[in-house]
């Protein structure tokens, strides 16, 4: 079973802040993602990466960035934080299948608060 | 441009009711779609994919090309249904999402 760790499950941070969300996937995925999850806006994508140092912008990525150094762990970077990051971060992995989407595996996701 | 339209943020039906979650994507090739349901307090978890053309939980859905949707349905509710409904559009290995149906099922 496919087991996507986040490292924290709430997490308080002061604007300005540099913040760190990490992920761990178990299952050598390639590929992974950040989303946002906020009432009335489902899920949107801030940024995914198919391979090890390799990363894309999603929808949404203003005022994050990303680092994938290794296969298993991707973290989601807020520069500096402001309040309106207030949000549940959700990462997911998959593993790419020839020509189609695939489906992805969630973490837990962390809720993060913006003071 | 790819899209998801879940028209209704909150379907609420009684215990035995039949259910409709509704969907409608937006997109120019072969789309592949899917459900994904989050329970209280629980990650958000893949339901069914339409390729698999499988019933989970007594869950279907059917792609209708025609009409552009991949409404989610059931014959008859259950409490333990109630939960968070998101439909998912899949194009080159990324997802995009409806913004969600909260379902709520009343005894």
């Known amino acids: 079973d496919v087991k996507v760790t986040q490292s924290s499950r709430y997490l308080v941070k002061r604007t300005g802040e540099k913040v760190f969300l990490e992920c761990v996937q178990d299952m050598d995925h390639e590929n992974m993602f950040w989303y946002r999850q906020d009432p009335g806006l489902g899920l949107r994508l801030i940024y995914f990466s198919y391979d090890v140092k390799m990363k894309e912008k999603g929808d949404i990525p203003e005022g994050y960035s990303v680092s994938r150094e290794k296969k298993e762990r991707f973290s989601l970077i807020l520069e500096s934080a402001s309040t309106n990051q207030t949000s549940m971060y959700l990462c997911?992995?998959?593993?790419?299948?020839?020509?189609?989407?695939?489906?992805?595996?969630f973490g837990d996701g962390t809720r993060l608060s913006i003071l | 441009a790819q899209r998801v339209t879940q028209p209704e943020k909150l379907l609420s039906v009684f215990k035995g009711a039949p259910v409709e979650l509704k969907c409608n994507y937006s997109y120019s090739g072969s789309p592949e779609l899917f459900w994904y349901v989050q329970y209280s307090r629980q990650r958000l978890q893949l339901l069914l994919r339409?390729?698999s053309r499988e019933s989970i939980k007594g869950f279907t859905a059917d792609l209708n090309k025609g009409e552009t949707s991949f409404h989610l349905k059931k014959p008859f509710a259950q409490e333990e249904d109630s939960a968070m409904y998101y439909c998912a559009l899949s194009g080159r290995n990324k997802l995009v999402f409806g913004a969600g149906t909260i379902l709520r099922v009343k005894s």
């Open positions: 997911a992995s998959s593993s790419p299948v020839q020509g189609r989407g695939s489906a992805q595996h």
């Open positions: 339409h390729i």
